[in-house]
Structure formats: structure tokens, C-alpha cells
């Protein structure tokens, strides 16, 4: 007994010493449908460009390159295996992947046509579209001037049908990849080249090419073209859930750790874009002076000061010490970009964020030091790519549970600071919560203190802050959103080059120094001294805390399931009419667009049959609104009993009713509704002792077309067929007119 207690004893320390691995190892909270579609798909294909260095290219058919190194860090972690599929070029792989013999793309940049067809991920990469000239033109070509000029752009790109239509007088010339575009320009056969800035200087590095710079960025109204993206078919969900909630447990260590791998020069030199002097060394932070154009040296030469707004209390971002000092983070990124710019920036002094931005309005200051695009902001400031990625979570008394879903937080006062982004858009996407308008941080947690707001939301490291100088213990972190705030510079739009210059300053700050800025305002410091007394106390504390666990382990598994069976209930509820026990209108519309995308997409056929009671008004008029009642669940049932599990049935209101039909064409459609309107025709319903009421329907059929774009189309013409049938005299069915 004594030799097995002791096994028992050496397992559970064992345990304990591993728990913390077992803990990380389940960190991406995987949903049950999540889990089971990896066990279903053990491997995926993924998509790899022979010619796109750096981001993606294959050597000797060995997939290569930043997005190629991150799906291989995320597959790793999400226990998945991946095969590059490559020897295609770009536009022979997106035919490959809407043939679905490819699982993912890499390295995608959105717009409305694609969005319509697939699932985008979160973003992953900023990607601006730069102009590169070659070095005897710098100065002489801008993006002003691009008329008549000959203009290399990458073949079946999306961004060259943008440039198309941004550029009409200029002649756009289509290169298969990045290096013929190159070759083109530096040897005259264009004037101007379109690319990342990553991606040419990769190759003009690798191929010594001397003759070309940068010129400058390119603006374009669609942002989804400013960021890459990974992207999957719509019947695959799942896929990029997983592949998003891999990223969002990436470390900042294992992004940096990429960053420079691929984006920085191994002999720890940035490559020069130009011939000026622009090169740092990465271990002694040396900054590199932004290659800019004539224009815009010109532009700073005449602006002389740069005058810049702050959130003057938003630690530990930015605010005004008690000496009116700009500090925080911001200071010290404003400190790189303004000996990157070369001119002073001068910091206006404000006392709350709303009197900042009033000042943007009327000019009075030329930036905002870190701000979000909103569309009201658009009317008086441009924005630079965002440099900080900031979680929002909600701070609540300690007595308040955890919650993953606001909706669910009926009329509970949340404060936001007046004229955040995030104000705006929390109120448009949870209109439960009822939003009060505080002038700070500061003003904000102390009434959720006081008991005056039930919550406050902002940002995680400015409310940890806020939790470790001046609210220890009074708060808590009860929930979290799962919205980022993506802050760049705000620049006012009346001088667009300005803008571009702190583009230029965004994508030249150097990884280290951005995790140096990082790490000296939002570290965790570590005692270094051992205290073995404390360690042993730990772990006598965490071998009781393991035996909890596995006593109540049982128990709680069998609580879990109960939960989970009493959620797919309420869910099940939600779909349902109370009244008849049919889908309801929202379910429908919900299940209705996904089959009808894939009928679509496998050319299958689709009917709808509209129904409405007969002169169902006289019913409850002359019988009363109960035995209406009656009618409605009699006609249910017949629709239950007389149709096939894979139709959806569904109540849309009052006494219509929809049936939609798989796999149906017009006839069976036809053949199906005459079936139901006799048997209704011959029902009488009981409705107390010996009464009996008869009642009729009538009936519109509609199908799916090939010009159909949704199902709305398909309902308004079944509508249409069942106000005909109605004129003609009601009990009838008609079909939609077609030629």
C-alpha cells in the first residue's frame, strides 16, 4: 500500500511539474466544431509563389519566405501538417484554389469581389503599394504625375485593376512577377514600377541593382488592399478560426524573431533603398534617415514644424506630466520619427481628448500622435499604416463575473472617453449597452469605483496601468473583446504629403527598437533570488490544488456537458416559432444564403413555395383569434407530415409560411405545392365538441436562376406568383413566369 501511495505521490508531482506545459499546449481554445474539423482534416494545402520573395517563393520547389515561415510556426502550433503546393504562377494558383485543389492562400490582399467568394483572416502583414523610379527621375516622378507614363504592375493582380482605373491616361504594362518588373524599369523599358518596398528591396539586393529608388506610396481608398491576409473557401470557417486564433497566441519574441529574419540584412544592415546613407546597426539602435523625394524635402524645408496633438491622459500611451512634458510610449516614438523627418515636432497642449481632436478640426495641430480611422475622422485626417495593435478589454468592480459576450449585458452603463474610435463603434455593434461618455481614463474607473457604471472599456495595457498606480485591488478585468484598436498617425488630409513622409517614418522603425519602447512600459521584472522555502511551499500548495482537480474532475466533465446540451437548446430555441415549433424568419434567411451559395457553387437546383391562409382575417374574426391559432398549428403539422426532412420549413409571420426546396427544380416545386393544397383543401380543423372549420391556401413557386445573386431574388418572385394566385381567386397554385 505505502509503495503505491508513493508511485501515486511521484505521478502527481511529475503532473505538477508539467502542468504549466498542459496549460499552453490548450491555449488557442479551440471550439468542439473547431477540434472535430482538424481531426477531419489532418493536412491542408497551402498556396506558394515561385517568385515573391520575400514573402513567399520556393527554391528548387522548397517553399521559402516570411508567410511561408509563419504558416509553418502557426501550423506547428496548431498541429496541423501543410504542403506548399508551387510551380504555378499567381493567377494558375488562384485557378487551382477556386477548383479547391488548394486549401489556403497566402499573402492575399482584400477587395469586394474576393471578399464575396472568400474568408479572409485577420491580418497579418501591412502591406503598402509603393512607386519605384529609377535614380536619374527621382524627384522628376511622382504620383501626381503619372499621366502618359509607362507603368510596370504585376499580371492578374488586384492591384493593378486599382491602378487601372486610379490612372486612365497612363499605359499599364503587365509583368508575370516582381524581378521582370525590375528588369523592365532599370533598363527603360517602363518608367515607373508597382510593388511592396519589401519585396524590391529583397531583389535589388540579391541582384545588385543600383539604379532604381523609391519613390514613394501609393494611397488607395480600398483599405483592405493595405494588409495581407490568409484566405480560405466559405465552406471552410473553421479553417481560418483556427489559423486566426494560432496568430493571436503568437508571442511578440516569435513575430520579432521573423520580422528580422526575413526584413533585415543578416550583417546587421538594413539594405539601401537609395545611394543616400541609409543604414543602422540593429545592436546599437542607430536609426535610419527615411529615403525622401524632392517633393517632399522640399514640403519640410517650408513647413519648418511639425505641430502634433496627444490624448494628454492615456498612459501608458502618452500624457502631459506635471511639468506639461509630453511622456509615454508615444514620446519615445515620436522621438524616432522626428530625427527620421529631420524637422522639430512640437507638441500642442491640450487638456482632454475631445479638445485634441476639436484642434485637428480647425487645423490648429498637423497631427494626431496615435489615433484611429473612423469615418467622421476621414473628413479632416489621413492615416498612416497603424504601428500599435491594442486588445480592449472591459475593467468592472471585483464582484463581477466573467463574461465572453457583451450582448448578453442588457443596459448596463459602460463608460468610453468622449471622441475615442472605439466609442463610435461599440455603440453601432452592441446597441444593449448603454454608453456614457467620460472625458478620461482617470474619470472613467473611478465611477465604476463609486458603483456609477457598471464597466469601463479601454485598452488592456492602459487599464493595467491605471490598476497598478492608482486602483490596486478596487477593479478587475472581467471580459474581453475580441476587437483590436489599430492606431496609426493621424494626418491631417489637406497636405497629403505629409502624410506620406510618416508613412515612410511607420514602416522604417526597426523591430528591436519598437519591442525596446514596448518593453520599457509594459514589462512583468522577476526577483532573481532563489528562495527554495518559497519553492517548496509551492509545491506542497500546488499538489493539493492538482488533487482537487482530479477528485472533482468527474464531476465537473459531467457539469460541462449538461451546460453544453442546455446551450445547444437555447440555441435550437432561437431558431424556432414558439407557436408552430418551424424555423422561424431569421433562421431561414440564415440557412437559406448558405445553401443557396452552395447550390451555386455545385450547380445544383433550388425551389421555394410561398403559402398564405385563405381569408384567414374572416377566421379570426368570426371564431376568434384562438381557433386562428388552431388553423396556423394545423397547417404546420400538414407541412411536417407532407414534405422531406431536407426541406426547411419555416413560418415567416402571421399565416405565410415558406418551404424551401433542395434539390428541387421548377416541376418538382409545382408537383410538391398542388400536393399540399389539396390535402389542405380536404382538412377540416376541430376547434371544441362537434365544430369543425374548413380553410384553403394558396400558393406561389419560384426556383432559383443562374442570375440570381441571393435568395431574396428567388422569395420576391414566389411572392410575386402568390399574389397571382390570390387575384386569380385563391386554393390555387401558381408558378413564377418564366420565358
Not at 489532418?42 to 519566405?65: C, H, L, R, T
Not at 501608458?316 to 529631420?342: R, S
Not at 468610453?416 to 466609442?423: I, L, M
Amino acid at each position: 500500500m505505502m509503495i503505491q501511495l508513493n508511485t501515486l505521490f511521484l505521478r502527481t508531482i511529475f503532473f505538477l511539474l508539467l502542468f504549466p506545459f498542459f496549460l499552453y499546449a490548450n491555449d488557442l481554445n479551440l471550439t468542439q466544431k473547431e477540434i472535430r474539423w482538424l481531426q477531419n482534416h489532418p493536412s491542408i494545402k497551402v498556396s506558394n509563389e515561385d517568385d515573391w520573395p520575400p514573402f513567399d517563393f520556393s527554391v528548387d520547389g522548397k517553399a521559402q519566405g516570411f508567410s511561408v515561415e509563419l504558416i509553418d510556426l502557426l501550423a506547428k502550433k496548431i498541429g496541423i501538417k501543410v504542403e506548399f503546393i508551387n510551380g504555378y504562377s499567381w493567377i494558375e494558383l488562384l485557378e487551382e484554389f477556386d477548383k479547391h485543389n488548394i486549401d489556403m492562400m497566402q499573402s492575399m490582399t482584400k477587395d469586394a469581389q474576393r471578399e464575396a467568394k472568400y474568408i479572409f483572416s485577420k491580418p497579418y502583414m501591412p502591406w503598402k503599394i509603393s512607386y519605384f523610379v529609377r535614380s536619374d527621375n527621382i524627384g522628376h516622378i511622382t504620383s501626381k504625375d503619372f499621366k502618359g507614363k509607362k507603368i510596370a504592375a504585376g499580371k492578374g493582380w488586384s492591384t493593378t485593376k486599382t491602378l487601372k482605373v486610379m490612372y486612365p491616361d497612363a499605359k499599364i504594362i503587365e509583368y508575370k512577377n516582381s524581378m521582370a518588373m525590375l528588369e523592365a524599369l532599370s533598363t527603360s523599358k517602363v518608367d515607373v514600377a508597382i510593388d511592396n518596398i519589401h519585396v524590391f528591396n529583397y531583389l535589388m539586393s540579391k541582384n545588385i541593382i543600383t539604379n532604381i529608388q523609391h519613390g514613394g506610396y501609393i494611397h488607395l481608398k480600398d483599405k483592405g488592399k493595405n494588409n495581407l491576409h490568409f484566405v480560405a473557401h466559405k465552406n471552410n470557417p473553421e479553417l481560418i478560426a483556427i489559423f486566426n486564433k494560432a496568430y493571436d497566441s503568437l508571442s511578440t519574441d516569435e513575430k520579432l524573431s521573423l520580422q528580422k529574419r526575413w526584413f533585415i540584412n543578416k550583417k546587421q544592415k538594413m539594405v539601401q533603398l537609395t545611394g543616400e546613407d541609409h543604414q543602422y546597426n540593429m545592436f546599437n539602435n542607430l536609426l535610419p534617415r527615411i529615403s525622401l523625394n524632392t517633393e517632399e524635402k522640399e514640403y519640410l524645408k517650408k513647413k519648418k514644424v511639425i505641430r502634433m496633438c496627444i490624448d494628454p491622459a492615456w498612459m501608458p500611451y502618452e500624457k502631459f506630466d506635471k511639468n506639461g512634458k509630453h511622456i509615454g510610449m508615444t514620446a519615445d516614438f515620436f522621438a524616432v520619427f522626428q530625427k527620421d523627418i529631420g524637422i522639430p515636432i512640437e507638441v500642442i497642449h491640450t487638456k482632454s481628448w475631445s479638445e485634441s481632436l476639436r484642434a485637428a478640426k480647425k487645423r490648429e495641430c498637423d497631427i494626431f500622435s496615435l489615433a484611429m480611422e473612423t469615418p467622421e475622422r476621414k473628413k479632416y485626417m489621413d492615416f498612416t499604416t497603424p504601428y500599435l495593435s491594442i486588445p480592449l478589454v472591459m475593467a468592472t468592480r471585483p464582484n463581477v463575473g466573467f463574461f465572453d459576450d457583451f450582448r448578453y449585458l442588457k443596459n448596463k452603463k459602460v463608460g468610453v472617453v468622449k471622441g475615442y474610435a472605439y466609442n463610435e463603434i461599440i455603440r453601432k455593434k452592441y446597441p444593449n449597452l448603454q454608453i456614457v461618455d467620460v472625458e478620461n481614463l482617470e474619470e472613467g474607473l473611478n465611477r465604476v469605483v463609486n458603483g456609477e457604471l457598471f464597466g469601463f472599456i479601454d485598452t488592456l495595457a492602459s487599464i493595467g496601468y491605471m490598476f497598478q498606480t492608482q486602483f490596486v485591488g478596487e477593479l478587475k478585468i472581467a471580459g474581453k473583446f475580441d476587437e483590436k484598436w489599430e492606431l496609426g498617425i493621424g494626418v491631417r488630409n489637406d497636405e497629403p504629403i505629409l502624410e506620406e513622409i510618416f508613412e515612410k517614418a511607420v514602416q522604417n522603425i526597426p523591430p528591436d527598437v519598437k519591442q525596446e519602447i514596448f518593453s520599457k512600459f509594459i514589462s512583468i521584472k522577476y526577483d532573481q533570488h532563489m528562495d527554495y522555502m518559497l519553492i517548496l511551499k509551492i509545491l506542497v500548495i500546488g499538489l493539493v490544488v492538482v488533487l482537487l482537480i482530479l477528485y472533482h474532475n468527474r464531476k465537473l466533465t459531467r457539469i460541462n456537458k449538461q451546460l453544453e446540451k442546455l446551450q445547444e437548446q437555447l440555441q435550437e430555441q432561437a431558431h424556432r416559432d414558439p407557436m408552430t415549433n418551424l424555423y422561424n424568419r431569421r433562421y431561414f434567411h440564415d440557412i437559406a444564403s448558405k445553401m443557396v451559395a452552395l447550390a451555386k457553387r455545385e450547380h445544383k437546383m433550388i425551389s421555394v413555395i410561398m403559402l398564405d391562409i385563405d381569408h384567414f382575417k374572416v377566421v379570426n374574426d368570426t371564431y376568434g383569434h384562438d381557433v386562428g391559432d388552431i388553423v396556423i398549428k394545423q397547417l404546420a403539422e400538414i407541412l411536417k407530415k407532407h414534405t422531406r426532412e431536407s426541406d426547411i420549413i419555416t413560418r415567416f409571420g402571421g399565416e405565410e409560411f415558406v418551404v424551401l426546396l433542395p434539390n428541387t427544380d421548377l416541376e418538382g416545386a409545382k408537383k410538391m405545392a398542388l400536393k399540399i393544397r389539396e390535402i389542405v383543401e380536404q382538412t377540416e380543423v376541430d376547434y371544441g365538441g362537434t365544430n369543425k372549420i374548413a380553410f384553403s391556401v394558396s400558393l406561389g413557386v419560384a426556383t432559383l436562376a443562374e442570375n440570381d445573386i441571393n435568395i431574396e431574388m428567388v422569395l420576391k418572385r414566389a411572392d410575386e406568383a402568390l399574389y397571382k394566385a390570390k387575384e386569380s381567386g385563391r386554393n390555387r397554385v401558381c408558378v413564377e413566369f418564366t420565358q
